[in-house]
């Protein structure tokens, strides 16, 4: 299993700043620790920034330098359709409204697993597919799709890198992955599109807004696609929530028995403190 080692991580954040700010993310070229051997679905979401909030804390934090690399002038405008260019983060609703995304999938194993435990605890969540699986495993697509959870574009490939890639590739796996979504559910829309690991740029975001796609972050990461253990994925998630919480999961990319049991207590848990389940903040703010 690659990972992306934390120091890896600050290079890249360092790169990533330096490269926004002096307008030539198009030009860079693919950092060394690019994941090449194909187990794209292997390489965890980490915020690019490298300076993430601890887990289970608001993650207003998180790409925060990222973000300000991008200039804060695009977080009110919108695309061509009207959906605004800003990452959401937020839960819609007002209140206690908590989003739960589940990233990476679908998967044979474990997104029916995911599919079940949220269908008993009557959540409706936002599913962010990789291009590839949805191509090999569309009716997984139309489950969850049938069971009134949103579609979100996760790529082609999940290349972590796309920030540093030029415009066209990143519109290439952009628009593919939502078309390979598309083709096993047509008719229904893709509603959101989440950069692998984060790593939007104010293109990807414009290209995504363009074609009716949310850019979707999240503000809580119980790091659950690191197999930390139960405890340690409940205690992130049970901690302070921020104001309507978006909150990261997986159902691909490995062995993801501890998410489906987070789940099976995090979700009652939720209910307990009073929370509703809603979607991704789309169209404001
Ligand atoms: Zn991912």
Redesign the pocket.
């Known amino acids: 299993m690659r990972i992306t080692t934390s120091a890896a991580r600050r290079r890249r954040a360092g790169y990533t700043a330096a490269a926004a700010l002096l307008g030539l993310l198009a030009a860079a070229g693919s950092p060394a620790y690019a994941a090449t051997d194909g187990s794209v679905?292997r390489?965890?979401?980490v915020p690019p920034s490298g300076h993430a909030a601890p887990a289970g804390t608001a993650g207003s934090a998180q790409g925060a330098a990222h973000e300000a690399a991008q200039g804060a002038a695009h977080e009110a405008a919108r695309g061509a359709s009207g959906v605004p260019l800003g990452i959401s983060r937020l839960a819609e609703g007002a209140g206690r409204q908590v989003a739960i995304t589940i990233?990476?999938g679908p998967d044979p194993r474990w997104t029916p697993q995911v599919l079940a435990t949220l269908r008993k605890n009557h959540v409706k969540a936002t599913f962010?597919m990789?291009g590839t699986k949805a191509q090999k495993y569309p009716e997984l697509v139309r489950a969850v799709a049938a069971d009134g959870h949103q579609l979100c574009d996760?790529s082609v490939d999940?290349d972590?890198t796309m920030d540093h890639k030029p415009v066209a590739y990143q519109r290439q796996q952009i628009l593919e992955g939502k078309a390979m979504i598309e083709k096993a559910v047509p008719g229904v829309p893709v509603t959101y599109y989440?950069a692998?690991?984060g790593a939007f740029t104010p293109d990807s975001r414009a290209i995504a807004a363009a074609s009716g796609m949310r850019p979707l972050g999240w503000s809580v990461d119980p790091q659950d696609?690191s197999r930390p253990g139960l405890k340690a994925i409940l205690s992130a998630v049970e901690g302070k929530l921020p104001q309507q919480p978006t909150v990261l999961f997986?159902d691909?990319?490995g062995d993801r028995s501890e998410t489906v049991a987070a789940l099976k207590e995090y979700l009652p848990w939720l209910t307990e403190q009073g929370y509703r389940f809603s979607f991704p903040a789309r169209t404001a703010p």
């Open positions: 679905d390489v965890p979401d990233d990476d962010c990789i996760h999940h972590v989440r692998p690991g696609w997986h691909g990319g």
